[in-house]
């Protein structure tokens, strides 16, 4: 029977279930994808400081108000938060750590603090 090393490539014999060449082989592949997980969290982990940076510059009072196209001009990435909060009346608040935001119909959003809603 022979397999393709899922790291080099190379053609080996070996159990079917075997997916790599040598120790070696396995040891590298493991690592690199190992390495490739913590560049992704570290990336997110950029983009979510830095999306709490700009809440945080632009809010520093605890609650203000800016059209979104303020934050996408500082670089502003909506897609990343860490969490969210729903208001009695169903509002939903996108929230990275402690800073939070929701986006009105106008285009405006409403900047917040946690601790103002936090009972
Ligand atoms: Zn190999």
């Known amino acids: 029977?022979?397999?393709s090393c899922l790291h080099c490539?190379?053609?080996?014999?070996?159990?079917a279930d075997k997916k790599f060449c040598s120790d070696q082989c396995r040891a590298t592949y493991?690592?690199?994808s190992?390495?490739?997980h913590n560049g992704i969290i570290r990336r997110?982990?950029?983009?979510l400081k830095r999306n709490?940076?700009?809440l945080r510059a632009l809010n520093p009072n605890g609650k203000s108000?800016?059209?979104k196209?303020?934050?996408l001009d500082k670089g502003f990435k909506f897609s990343y938060h860490t969490n969210t909060f729903t208001t009695k009346n169903g509002h939903i608040y996108t929230f990275c750590y402690d800073q939070g935001y929701i986006v009105w119909e106008d285009d405006y959003c409403t900047l917040v603090e946690r601790q103002n809603y936090v009972e």
């Open 44 to 47: 997110i982990n950029q983009i």
């Open 30 to 32: 493991h690592y690199q």
């Open 1 to 3: 029977m022979s397999n």
């Open 65 to 67: 108000r800016v059209h």
């Open 34 to 36: 190992q390495k490739d």
């Open 69 to 71: 196209n303020t934050l």
């Open 9 to 15: 490539g190379n053609s080996f014999f070996g159990r």
């Open 52 to 54: 709490h940076q700009i």
